[in-house]
Every structure is written in structure tokens, then in C-alpha cells.
């Protein structure tokens, strides 16, 4: 690419979005952030993404004319191929033409991938995953995500992602689901989850850094509060955190003895703000619980993208990958 070809990476995330250009070096040049309201509805939410891009490209100074290539990663099941995204549960929509949305803006070729694909994708090339022959991608978040590189390429279906790790099920008990029904990893390991037990902890009055900083509300208890809890000697707070730690390691556990990687990547805003909890905590139910030979030369590494992972990822694959619609 020359100095003058640019990208955008958008990340459609369960709470919030992020709209980034890029340059050919993929040097940030123009972003823009809203909040996602996924209970307005697709048709809400892509204008929301529309004017998030527009505030993307002016900060940048350019027109989406100028664009060679737009990328999205969004938080559920997607086709590649079609750009449709299939199913997206934190949000609650389905069959949303997302694709569509970005090639008629840009009549440039598009990608519309999973978020936690695109998040894996952007540390393969610029990030943690450096290096990896195959790599696994597991992002705590709103939900629990999860992606895998072999040799360059994303590991997908026949046309729609897969490697959906927080629909892993577990014995156990939940609230969640129906009468009967196993327990999601997602219900045991995501902020969501992490935030609602961390609220009745609060109300039982075993959580006091979490009361004083959020009460019960759990759009308040946010990664960053949790960490200062645990930090004041709140324990309630951390047997939460690490009991979440051990569920999410045995789904990744269950990821390594099918797909043998050779570096593990743990990302998202839990993780950035716990890093060596999550990886000690992983480390040690891993050796555990996978196959030793599995485990022995495995590397876990924390994330170095941040924010701008799935960005960086969705732009990166639609260079190399896009099509237009």
C-alpha cells in the first residue's frame, strides 16, 4: 500500500463501539467511540455505527471515498461470506446485513468478522500473537469470545465463525437458561456474570469497595472497580474472581486439547485489569486439566492491542480478504 491508502477497522462491541482509520502502516489517523444501546434495535444501531464513522473520518480528515478497505467486528455468530451477522445474544439481534451497511457507504471491499476473531487476528499481526504458527484468542468481556489463527488464517465454519467458547457447558447450577438446561461458561466467566455476583456480595454487605463505588448496580461495577475491591482486601470479591478464572480455564482447557496452540492470548477489559490473576489462575487449571504434552511448550501472554485489537484486525483482514457485496 502507499502513504495514502487507508483503512477502517470498526468494533462493534456489547457496550460500546469504536471506529478507527487507519494509515498503510496501520498508525491511528481518526477514531470515534458511542455507546452501542443494542436494545434499540439493528436498525438504530447501524445508524449509531454510521455516525460513529462519520465522526471517525473527521477526525482523520478524510472522506470514506478514500477508504481501500472496512472491517467490523461484531459480538455473535457472522457469515463471511454473505456479511451477515447471524446471531448476536448481548445485543439481541439476528440477520442484521451489516456488509451490506458498509459496502453501500464505501464501495470498497468489506469484512464483517466476529469481534474476538478480529481481536485475535489484529495480536496475530501486530500484537501478543506475533510469532504463533497457531493461536488462540480468549476475550472476556460483556460475554466470553474466542478465536484461532492457524498459519495466517482464521478457523471458521463453512461459511459462519465458530470457536463460540462461551456456549461451552459445564455441570453446575445457574439462574440462567431453562429448567434443565447446562450452564453456559459465558454465565460463569463474563463482567455481566462477574458484576450481578459482585452486586449481591455488595447487598449482603461482604463487598464494601463495591458498594461505595457502585451500590448494586451493575452497569456501575465496571472491570476497573472490581480490581480496586480486590486491591482493598475485599475477599468476597476475589473468590468471585477466581472461582470465574477456574470456569473460564476449564473451557480453555477443553480449546487446547482440541486444537493444540502453541500461544494463548487473554484479552479484554477484566483481563487488562488483572492480568497476572488471569494468567496465573489459567496457567495453573490448564496443567490441570489438559494433556500434559499439550501444555508443557504452551505460551499464555496478555494482550497488547487494548482497545484497538479488533479494530486492528477487522481493517487488517479486510485488506487482505475483503469483497465487495
Not at 457469515?79 to 439481534?93: I, Y
Not at 486444537?259 to 488483572?274: A, C, F, N, S, T
Amino acid at each position: 500500500m502507499s502513504d495514502a491508502s487507508y483503512t477502517m477497522g470498526i468494533d462493534l462491541g456489547g457496550t460500546k463501539m469504536f471506529a478507527v482509520v487507519f494509515d498503510a502502516d496501520f498508525e491511528v489517523v481518526g477514531s470515534s467511540r458511542a455507546p452501542t444501546v443494542g436494545h434499540e434495535g439493528p436498525q438504530a444501531g447501524l445508524e449509531r455505527i454510521g455516525g460513529c464513522i462519520d465522526e471517525a473520518l473527521a477526525d482523520a480528515g478524510l472522506k470514506g471515498s478514500e477508504l481501500i478497505a472496512a472491517g467490523i467486528g461484531c459480538p455473535g455468530v457472522v457469515d463471511f461470506e454473505t456479511g451477515v451477522l447471524r446471531h448476536a445474544p448481548n445485543l439481541g439481534w439476528n440477520e442484521v446485513e451489516v456488509g451490506k451497511f458498509l459496502d453501500d457507504r464505501f464501495h470498497c471491499p468489506v469484512a464483517v468478522l466476529n469481534d474476538v476473531d478480529a481481536g485475535t487476528y489484529g495480536e496475530y499481526h501486530h500484537g501478543a500473537g506475533k510469532g504463533a504458527r497457531s493461536l488462540l484468542g480468549v476475550f472476556p468481556g460483556t460475554g466470553v469470545g474466542g478465536g484461532f489463527i492457524y498459519e495466517g488464517k482464521i478457523l471458521r465454519g463453512r461459511r459462519a465463525s465458530c470457536l463460540e467458547i462461551g456456549n461451552i457447558r459445564l455441570l453446575g447450577s445457574s439462574l440462567e437458561g431453562a429448567t434443565g438446561e447446562p450452564v453456559r461458561l459465558e454465565a460463569l466467566a463474563s463482567r455481566l456474570n462477574i458484576a450481578s455476583t459482585c452486586a449481591a456480595e455488595a447487598y449482603r454487605g461482604n463487598a464494601p469497595t463495591i458498594m461505595e463505588r457502585a451500590g448494586t448496580d451493575i452497569q456501575k461495577i465496571k472491570s476497573g472497580v472490581v480490581r480496586k475491591a480486590i486491591d482493598n482486601g475485599d475477599e468476597a470479591v476475589e473468590n468471585i474472581m477466581k472461582r470465574s478464572i477456574e470456569y473460564l480455564a476449564l473451557g480453555i482447557a477443553a480449546a487446547v486439547d482440541l486444537l493444540g496452540p502453541d500461544i494463548i492470548v487473554l484479552g479484554g477489559g477484566l483481563v487488562e485489569k488483572m492480568p497476572d490473576l488471569y494468567k496465573r489462575g489459567v496457567r495453573r487449571t490448564i496443567a490441570k486439566n489438559a494433556s500434559p504434552a499439550l501444555v508443557e511448550d504452551l505460551e499464555i501472554r496478555i494482550a497488547e492491542m487494548g482497545d484497538f485489537a479488533v479494530a486492528v484486525g477487522a481493517a487488517a483482514y479486510a485488506v487482505e480478504h475483503g469483497t465487495q457485496l
